[in-house]
């Protein structure tokens, strides 16, 4: 085996274990839970929101079932037991552990692999969308151009904070 080969195999074998367990700490913490679906769902939630918003207590009552739904789907996808998700992480790490140390490289267990992470993503983005989308139903046209322009804000805000 050349030098080349051997090198674009550990370049490949690097990159697949980077994204495995990038993909594998996602959803050991919880998912693809992130903290602007979070804060949308406590501003919506919040006094200061409804006021702002002007939510009915009709309005604020559906947002409130609306949030509890998407908490359950979220905690049902991740598994409430934490043994159990400890031994899902454990049993990744073993199968990338055997894929990394094996002599010759496993192309279709490398992509079995990564497709069980990426399906999980998917169904929590799923999820939020579906959230989403339930959430832009309970707001009047009005409500959801506020809460467009109010979105952007936070968006600009949040992203000044990081950079």
């Known amino acids: 085996m050349t030098k080349v080969n051997t090198l674009s195999k550990l370049v490949l074998i690097c990159g697949l274990a980077t994204a495995t367990l990038g993909a594998g700490s996602v959803l050991a913490k919880g998912g ?6 979070h804060s949308q769902a406590r501003f919506l939630l919040s ?6 918003l002007d939510l009915t207590d009709e309005q604020q009552t559906k947002l ?5 739904a998407q908490k359950t789907q979220m905690k049902a996808l991740r598994g409430g037991d934490k043994e159990a998700r400890k031994e899902m992480r454990e ?5 990338m552990d055997a894929l990394l140390s094996a002599a010759t490289f496993d192309e279709n267990a490398a992509k079995e692999l990564l497709n069980a992470s990426q399906s999980k993503g998917e169904e929590f983005g799923l999820i939020k969308l579906k959230t989403q989308h339930q959430v832009m139903q309970v707001l009047n046209a009005e409500q959801q151009e506020k809460f ?3 979105q952007k804000r936070m968006g600009k805000k949040h992203r000044k904070q990081r950079g």
């Open 64 to 68: 409130k079932a609306i949030f509890e």
């Open 148 to 150: 467009a322009k109010m």
């Open 47 to 52: 006094e200061r929101g409804a006021n702002k």
């Open 32 to 37: 693809m839970h992130d903290k602007q679906g």
């Open 91 to 95: 049993t990744h790490k073993a199968k």
